[in-house]
């Protein structure tokens, strides 16, 4: 690894007292908090298209099986707290971005120049990534995992083998999908924002490697940490079954590994950089 030391590079402003920082901190989480209560009341103005758009996954899955879509409430005020759910999700999506400027904002002051620079575009990628991530769960993941939860229905079918039975009208036992508004909900939502939230891996990664706090190496190097975690998260953050965690841990490990050739392809770039200002410096072995 080499190491350099950065040249005529000034921070903006001069190091502030501690009661000024946690000031500033207040100052841009309240910003934030009311950015999230604004965007939660406009969201709950239309929960009920957000809703409808929520639920066409299901009731395309449903609709290709021939059945109709349709929730329940299992409890009086359950449309009530479904609703504030509602709420709640489009408030953080549409709050994200301001939420970001705000951390933006508190950081800023604390950077050089270069470094301001250089973070600005991963702060416009985390939203995008974000987007991309929540795009790929419900336009892609979803469909996948309700078509296959919905195959384990069975139909009330006479008994084949046995036409007295049938002629009495002994059937099976039927299995239909009866689901529940706030369970569908809490499965969507929480697919959604696993996926959202997992796309900003690459970012976050990126950014470490941007700040020379990981290398392409140590990545490489700590796959299977990695591994080990990323099952962890992958059965936090997923409904418990099987086939839904194993989905989340590939395309999060993708991310991964994708994120060691970004860092890699910007440590290319850094020493580029370096060796034409003359300032590189080799390694001894």
């Given at each position: 690894?080499?190491?350099?030391?950065?040249?005529?590079?000034?921070?903006?402003?001069?190091?502030?007292?501690?009661?000024?920082?946690?000031?500033?901190?207040?100052?841009?989480?309240?910003?934030?908090?009311?950015?999230?209560?604004?965007?939660?009341?406009?969201?709950?103005?239309?929960?009920?298209?957000?809703?409808?758009?929520?639920?066409?996954?299901?009731?395309?899955?449903?609709?290709d099986?021939?059945?109709?879509?349709g929730?329940?409430?299992?409890?009086?005020?359950?449309?009530?707290?479904?609703?504030?759910?509602?709420?709640?999700?489009?408030?953080?999506?549409?709050?994200?971005?301001?939420?970001?400027?705000?951390?933006?904002?508190?950081?800023?002051?604390g950077?050089?120049?270069?470094?301001?620079?250089?973070?600005?575009?991963?702060?416009?990628?985390?939203?995008?990534?974000?987007?991309?991530?929540?795009?790929?769960?419900y336009?892609?993941?979803?469909?996948?995992?309700?078509?296959?939860?919905?195959?384990?229905?069975?139909?009330?079918?006479a008994?084949?083998?046995?036409?007295?039975?049938?002629?009495?009208?002994?059937?099976?036992?039927?299995?239909?999908?009866?689901?529940?508004?706030?369970?569908?909900?809490?499965?969507?939502?929480?697919?959604?924002?696993?996926?959202?939230?997992?796309f900003?891996?690459?970012?976050?990664?990126?950014?470490?490697g941007r700040a020379?706090l990981?290398?392409?190496?140590?990545?490489?190097?700590?796959?299977?940490?990695?591994?080990?975690?990323?099952?962890?998260?992958?059965?936090?953050?997923?409904?418990?079954?099987?086939?839904?965690?194993?989905?989340?841990f590939?395309?999060?490990?993708?991310?991964y590994?994708?994120?060691?050739?970004?860092?890699?392809?910007?440590?290319?770039?850094?020493?580029?950089?370096?060796?034409?200002?003359g300032?590189?410096?080799?390694?001894?072995?």
């Open positions: 690894m080499s190491a350099h030391t950065p040249i005529d590079d000034d921070l903006d402003g001069s190091s502030a007292p501690l009661m000024e920082h946690l000031k500033e901190l207040r100052t841009r989480i309240i910003w934030s908090v009311l950015a999230l209560v604004v965007a939660m009341i406009l969201a709950y103005l239309v929960w009920n298209p957000i809703y409808n758009f929520l639920t066409r996954p299901i009731c395309a899955a449903l609709e099986r021939g059945q109709e879509c929730l329940i409430l299992l409890k009086l005020q359950e449309g009530f707290s479904v609703a504030i759910r509602i709420a709640f999700f489009g408030g953080f999506i549409l709050s994200f971005p301001v939420i970001g400027y705000q951390l933006w904002r508190f950081v800023a002051p950077l050089y120049k270069t470094e301001k620079r250089a973070f600005l575009p991963f702060l416009l990628a985390s939203p995008a990534m974000f987007a991309v991530g929540a795009a790929f769960a336009y892609i993941i979803l469909p996948m995992v309700f078509a296959f939860f919905l195959g384990f229905q069975q139909g009330p079918l008994l084949p083998d046995d036409p007295a039975a049938a002629g009495d009208g002994s059937r099976l036992a039927g299995i239909v999908f009866q689901g529940s508004v706030s369970e569908y909900l809490t499965l969507t939502t929480r697919f959604i924002l696993a996926f959202g939230l997992s900003q891996l690459p970012v976050a990664l990126a950014l470490l020379g990981v290398s392409s190496q140590s990545l490489a190097n700590t796959r299977r940490y990695a591994v080990v975690i990323i099952l962890t998260l992958a059965a936090c953050l997923t409904p418990p079954d099987v086939g839904s965690q194993l989905v989340l590939s395309v999060v490990y993708g991310l590994e994708i994120s060691i050739q970004i860092v890699r392809r910007i440590e290319v770039v850094r020493e580029r950089d370096l060796r034409a200002q300032l590189w410096i080799e390694d001894d072995e």
